[in-house]
């Protein structure tokens, strides 16, 4: 009888919250939060990020009816769990593919305002739009009466 080690499941999520993440990018075109350049690679990525975790969270060993039948983990392990997988996998997508964007291209912002909102990451970086988002913007003329 094996038990459900707790970094299993963290593991789990992470993974496919990664998957979805990149699949969510690639469908809505925010080239700032895709890991690749070609659509289809961040497809297939996607696809196998989840459908792996998935397979390998339920398949292996057979949780579905040894293990996660029993109390393996409780609610609100789960809960913890899931949510910190989730934060986690949102700011390793955030920093890799900031990093990923720099290395690509040095080009600055090709939007002609300063772009706002989610957006800005259809052409820029996370890291990109938060730096335009601390720049001063234009002050109106102080001296017109």
Known sequence: MSTLQHWEYYLFVFIAAVGVLQLVATYRQLKGLAF????ILSYVFSILAIGGSFGWFF???DRIDTVM???ALEGTQQFVYFNTAAFLAL???????????????K????????PQGL????????????KLSFKPKGRPDDTAD
């Open 36 to 39: 690749f350049q070609s659509k």
């Open 59 to 61: 398949g292996w060993a």
């Open 69 to 71: 039948r029993r109390a």
């Open 91 to 105: 700011v390793l997508t955030l920093i890799l593919s900031s990093l990923l964007y720099a290395f690509r291209s």
């Open 107 to 114: 080009a600055k912002c090709r939007q002609k305002a300063n």
């Open 119 to 130: 957006g800005a990451l259809e052409e820029i970086s996370y890291f990109e739009a938060l």
